[in-house]
């Protein structure tokens, strides 16, 4: 769903729900990869999308159809469902490396897709679909091995028997291809058992970066320990045991690519101000809620900041308990 913001005259403005979410991630990749940065886009129906990329600072290479498409480097790649239709294309990603490759109107369009889908299950690419518009194929090249998906499968059943709630596999992927895509600090609130936890860590890596996890609970603490070191991830991310709130303050002033929060949910819109106050939100950084559908009566102060000004947001159902993405448009005012 989409709600409008407050501000005006912003690069923004006018696009579609769809649109709106290529531009914030764009906006981000052209925070965490720098100037150089390109994208490619392919098909015949993105004008919408073009300006979406423009807007967020990503200059582009545009092919109509394959009949000219060369491979080039690029940190994102946005295909419509006309170019699904034959996906040859998609079979060597090598040159993409940690691009972030985004299939339009997947679900409008699935049984044209889904020769893309096999395509990039046979090449070994993570993916993971975003129901924005009429569909997104969301996917990084490189896939998680057998060892992982065994480890945190037994996390993902033991929080659906003893809790908290996990994430959905959809919802993890997503936080693996952003971590994979963006690199850079990973800050996660709220750790649980360590299941997205272990995503995030996966993604940055093999992109470069770090994960810190603020869990509150001892055992969760323990728990998610074992897990990642078991995974052979304890290089690239820390669980800190601690309220986030009283603590934030270890992290002051060291930008994040991405913020994950799944914590008190009634306690969101503190953890905003604190990651505000701290400046650890800068322009660029990417926002990630869950429950915000679910628990939208708790969360709705939270809600009401993230649509405000300074921010742009939209609200998907990547799993029933709703997932609001924020792109911070500048280093807000501190609280």
């Known amino acids: 769903m989409r709600v409008e913001t407050r501000s005006r005259n912003q690069p923004y403005e006018g696009l579609s ?35 979406a990329v423009s807007n967020a600072g990503l200059s582009a290479s545009e092919y109509y159809d394959l009949t000219d498409f060369r491979a080039e480097p690029a940190v994102f790649v946005l295909a419509d469902h006309t170019v699904c239709k034959c996906a040859d ?44 518009g009429p569909g997104f194929l969301t996917a990084v090249p490189k896939d998680v091995d057998r060892e992982f998906v065994n480890g945190v499968t037994n996390t993902y059943l033991s929080s659906l028997r003893e ?80 309220d986030f709130r009283e603590n934030v303050h270890s992290i002051a002033g060291r930008r994040a690519s991405l913020i994950f929060i799944d914590g008190a949910k009634e306690e969101y819109l503190d953890y905003l101000r604190a990651l505000e106050s701290a400046e650890v939100i800068g322009e660029g950084t990417l926002i990630l809620a869950h429950n915000t559908v679910s628990h939208i009566r708790s969360i709705s102060p939270y809600i009401e900041a993230v649509y405000g000004e300074g921010y742009v947001s939209l609200t998907t159902m990547t799993d029933q308990a709703g997932l609001t993405i924020t792109l911070a448009l500048s280093s807000p005012k501190r609280h």
């Open 89 to 132: 294309w998609l079979a060597d990603v090598g040159h993409l490396r940690d691009a972030l490759i985004m299939l339009h109107g997947y679900l409008r369009h699935l049984n044209t897709c889904y020769t893309a889908l096999q395509t990039l299950r046979e090449v070994k690419a993570c993916t993971t679909t975003l129901p924005v």
């Open 163 to 242: 809790g908290p709630m996990p994430v959905s596999f959809n919802t993890a992927k997503l936080l693996y291809v952003l971590a994979r895509s963006l690199g850079g600090l990973m800050v996660e609130v709220g750790t649980g058992r360590g299941f997205s936890t272990a995503w995030l860590a996966a993604g940055v890596r093999e992109s470069g970066g770090e994960v810190l996890s603020f869990e509150a609970k001892e055992v969760r603490v323990r728990e998610a320990k074992s897990l990642l070191n078991g995974l052979g991830l304890s290089e690239v991310v820390e669980v800190i045991g601690s």
């Open 17 to 51: 729900e769809d649109a709106l979410l290529v531009f914030m991630f764009t906006r981000a990749l052209r925070k965490a990869k720098g100037a150089g940065a390109r994208a490619v886009l392919m098909g015949r129906s993105l004008s919408l999308m073009r300006d």
